[in-house]
């Protein structure tokens, strides 16, 4: 007698809808992906104690006017800053802006 040649069912892969179209080529970043400002290092002039600021970069306190309350060390120049509202905040110096006309806060 003659042995039945043995089916296997379709591959699961080969039932699955096609890829929309359009370029293959952009590549994709994850949401969770950090950008990092390698311009932070060098930080920003002029900023020192009592200087007042408007913190420009995102996150907390973002937009606000606060005074410099003190420079503290670290590889990344920052500044620890309490906003006009009473909040406090270390920030990077480039992300303060000076602001111009204002006598220091004393």
């Known amino acids: ?11 699961r892969t080969s ?3 096609a890829a929309p179209g359009g370029p293959a ?6 949401p969770t992906v950090a950008a990092i ?8 002039a002029g900023i020192t104690t009592g200087t007042r600021v408007r913190i420009v970069g995102a ?4 937009g606000e006017d606060a005074v410099v309350v003190s420079m503290p060390g670290g590889v ?16 990077r110096t480039i992300d303060l802006e000076p ?6 806060a004393g």
């Open 1 to 11: 007698m003659r042995k039945r040649k043995t089916t296997y069912p379709v591959a």
């Open 15 to 17: 039932r699955r809808p």
């Open 25 to 30: 080529d952009i590549p994709q970043v994850r």
């Open 37 to 44: 400002d390698l311009s932070a290092g060098v930080g920003r």
């Open 59 to 62: 996150g907390l306190y973002s």
């Open 76 to 91: 990344i120049p920052s500044a620890l800053v309490r906003t006009d509202a009473g909040g406090t905040r270390r920030v």
């Open 99 to 104: 602001i111009k006309g204002d006598p220091p």
